[in-house]
């Protein structure tokens, strides 16, 4: 089973930018699919962007989509999620998630079932 850390949240000002890191450890990364979710308080999480195992396609939420990207560098068994543009609305707890089904699944559905421990991002105005 692959273990994930986040690591990357802070403080930053609307408009801003933060690079989310997510590191694997105990399996090789190139066995998931990998996604970025994100829970405000008092809101549900919602998944971010997604990401297939070369790196080849990828998914975003509306709300992100121009200002977030994310990438993933096997080798270094990191996945990394771009944070540009930020907005208040943006301030959440950022999650990232691993899947190791083969099935073909559209990424945004995906059953993500491996979860790190979050990190915060808090945007201010």
């Known amino acids: 089973q692959v273990q994930l850390v986040e690591s990357g949240g802070g403080l930053v000002q609307a408009g801003g930018s933060l690079r989310l890191s997510c590191a694997a450890s105990?399996?090789?990364?190139?066995?998931?699919?990998m996604g970025w979710f994100r829970q405000a308080p008092g809101k549900e999480r919602e998944i971010v962007a997604a990401?297939?195992?070369?790196?080849?396609?990828?998914y975003y939420a509306d709300s992100v989509k121009g200002r977030f990207t994310i990438s993933r560098d096997n080798a270094k068994n990191t996945v990394y999620l771009q944070l540009n543009s930020l907005k208040p609305e943006d301030t959440a707890v950022y999650y990232c998630?691993?899947?190791?089904?083969?099935?073909?699944?559209?990424?945004?559905?995906?059953?993500?079932?491996?979860w790190g421990q979050g990190t915060l991002v808090t945007v201010s105005s």
């Open positions: 990401i297939d195992r070369s790196g080849a396609n990828t």
């Open positions: 105990g399996r090789t990364l190139s066995l998931y699919v």
């Open positions: 998630a691993a899947d190791k089904s083969m099935a073909p699944i559209e990424l945004r559905y995906r059953g993500f079932e491996v």
